[in-house]
């Protein structure tokens, strides 16, 4: 049988049970359609989200309608019918992981997007306790829950998961608190984001291994913002100039830049951003900071994104006379 079918069985026993008995005990409609009481939590969540006014009385445990209101049989299965449809459309289409917690930590819904995330079934989700999760201790995913449910403001954060079944995962992690009735409720959106951070990691480790490539160089290399400030540059380079790196990366190389090259220079680099060069070579002079100048080769190219758009200039400096000029 199709599970909204048997869904919809249970869920008119329960609107039954309540018509004609007033008040009923989650544990009992357990016992009588062979569930857990989970299972009941989760159908009377799913009355409450159709429309039914269901209410928890905590004096005697019981759930029961809102006073005065009129139950029709006739109209509620179809009724009820379009209400599940709609819900289960809504839940099921999305392609972001969506479960839902109680106060207690049980998980009372969940769509199929979090059980393929996660690899498993929708039906072992919702056996689950964040409480008694290893994976939600060891992330922050628990302290993260215990903040949302104790403050009401929403979360979002990544978090590096080994899931429950053995699932190694990064995801984005979006928690919200909302009220039913008297019971607090933790929604959880969840989104793989596992290839992401393998490209980050990638770029990540591309840039340590440029950086690595720059700083043994044996001759001076620098990066270059396009208007001409010094961001990255190795020590063969400082040697060169007189600058320590924390002097010189305040710097462009239009302030070290002896005046009479620095035309030709800035022409260049003009070429280079409009297109009709890729790179420049050329021999000129810069100036040092104990004011001596010096003589170097000069080397640029220019690094572009996949949009062919200019990121940056990269530098090769090599002094030509050990002789300085003051």
């Given at each position: 049988m199709p599970r909204n079918t048997t869904k919809l069985n249970s869920l008119m026993f329960i609107l039954?049970?309540?018509?004609?008995?007033?008040?009923?005990?989650?544990?009992?409609?357990?016992?009588?359609l062979g569930v857990s009481d989970r299972t009941i939590y989760r159908y009377i969540i799913?009355?409450?989200?159709?429309?039914?006014?269901?209410?928890?009385?905590?004096?005697?445990?019981?759930?029961?309608?809102?006073?005065?209101?009129?139950?029709?049989?006739?109209?509620?299965?179809?009724?009820?019918?379009?209400a599940i449809d709609l819900q289960s459309r809504i839940f099921g289409a999305t392609k972001i992981g969506l479960l839902t917690y109680d106060s207690s930590g049980?998980?009372?819904?969940?769509?199929?997007?979090?059980?393929?995330?996660?690899?498993?079934?929708?039906?072992?989700?919702?056996?689950?306790?964040?409480?008694?999760?290893?994976?939600?201790?060891?992330?922050?995913?628990?302290?993260?829950?215990?903040?949302?449910?104790?403050?009401?403001?929403?979360?979002?954060?990544?978090?590096?998961?080994?899931?429950?079944?053995?699932?190694?995962?990064?995801?984005?992690?979006?928690?919200?608190?909302?009220?039913?009735?008297?019971?607090?409720?933790?929604?959880?959106?969840?989104?793989?984001?596992?290839?992401?951070?393998?490209?980050?990691?990638?770029?990540?480790?591309?840039?340590?291994?440029?950086?690595?490539?720059?700083?043994n160089a044996p001759i001076g290399m620098a990066v270059v913002s396009l208007n001409g400030k010094f961001m990255l540059v190795n020590q063969a380079l400082c040697e060169i100039v007189g600058y320590e790196k924390s002097e010189l990366e305040k710097l462009t190389f239009q302030d070290i830049t002896h005046p009479d090259d620095l035309s030709a220079d800035l022409e260049n680099v003009r070429k280079m951003l409009e297109g009709s060069i890729k790179t420049y070579s050329m021999k000129k002079r810069y100036i040092r900071k104990d004011r001596q100048m010096v003589c170097i080769q000069l080397s640029v190219s220019m690094a572009r994104n996949?949009?062919?758009?200019?990121?940056?200039?990269?530098?090769?400096?090599?002094?030509?006379?050990?002789?300085?000029i003051n």
């Amino acid at each position: 049988m199709p599970r909204n079918t048997t869904k919809l069985n249970s869920l008119m026993f329960i609107l039954n049970q309540l018509d004609s008995h007033k008040r009923v005990i989650a544990s009992q409609l357990a016992e009588r359609l062979g569930v857990s009481d989970r299972t009941i939590y989760r159908y009377i969540i799913s009355l409450q989200d159709a429309g039914y006014p269901i209410y928890f009385d905590r004096t005697d445990i019981t759930y029961r309608f809102a006073d005065g209101y009129s139950f029709s049989k006739v109209d509620s299965k179809s009724e009820l019918r379009k209400a599940i449809d709609l819900q289960s459309r809504i839940f099921g289409a999305t392609k972001i992981g969506l479960l839902t917690y109680d106060s207690s930590g049980g998980c009372v819904e969940a769509n199929d997007a979090a059980a393929s995330l996660l690899s498993t079934s929708r039906e072992k989700l919702l056996k689950q306790n964040y409480f008694e999760l290893e994976s939600w201790k060891s992330s922050g995913l628990l302290l993260m829950a215990l903040e949302v449910m104790s403050t009401g403001n929403e979360r979002t954060s990544e978090f590096n998961v080994l899931t429950t079944f053995d699932k190694n995962v990064w995801i984005k992690c979006g928690m919200s608190q909302f009220k039913l009735n008297a019971g607090n409720y933790l929604l959880l959106s969840v989104q793989d984001i596992s290839e992401r951070k393998k490209l980050e990691f990638a770029l990540k480790e591309s840039e340590e291994r440029f950086k690595q490539i720059l700083e043994n160089a044996p001759i001076g290399m620098a990066v270059v913002s396009l208007n001409g400030k010094f961001m990255l540059v190795n020590q063969a380079l400082c040697e060169i100039v007189g600058y320590e790196k924390s002097e010189l990366e305040k710097l462009t190389f239009q302030d070290i830049t002896h005046p009479d090259d620095l035309s030709a220079d800035l022409e260049n680099v003009r070429k280079m951003l409009e297109g009709s060069i890729k790179t420049y070579s050329m021999k000129k002079r810069y100036i040092r900071k104990d004011r001596q100048m010096v003589c170097i080769q000069l080397s640029v190219s220019m690094a572009r994104n996949s949009f062919e758009i200019p990121q940056y200039f990269i530098s090769q400096i090599q002094e030509l006379v050990i002789h300085r000029i003051n």
